[in-house]
């Protein structure tokens, strides 16, 4: 069975990765999150933008920047991952930033 012919190569589903990296439970909460235009989009030589779309692609080298928890959460995704893995799999999937 092929892929999609919309299917962006290297990109996965904002809700998706971020259920993925472990950010989130459950990928509906996840998918809320988006769409209540919490999370903050920065991609390599763009301006900074808020998403509220689940299905946004998000890249490699895409910077994210949301609040969670009580704190503030700067990543860079590394990698789109496979499946929901163990949490040690779920960290190879982004990169710490420092705080701006």
């Known amino acids: 069975m092929s892929e999609p012919p919309f299917k ?6 904002a809700d998706v990765w971020l259920w993925r990296a472990r ?29 509220d779309k689940p299905a946004r692609p998000l ?5 994210l920047v949301f ?5 503030l959460v700067a990543v860079m995704v590394e990698a789109m991952g496979d499946r929901r ?6 960290r190879t999937l982004y990169s710490a930033l420092e705080d701006s």
């Open 85 to 90: 893995g163990p949490a040690s799999e779920a």
């Open 23 to 51: 950010f989130f439970k459950t990928r509906s909460m996840a998918a809320k999150f988006v769409e209540e235009g919490r999370i903050r989009l920065t991609r390599p030589g763009q301006e900074e933008h808020r998403i």
């Open 59 to 63: 890249k490699v080298g895409d910077r």
């Open 67 to 71: 609040a969670l928890g009580g704190r």
């Open 8 to 13: 962006e190569v290297g990109a996965c589903r």
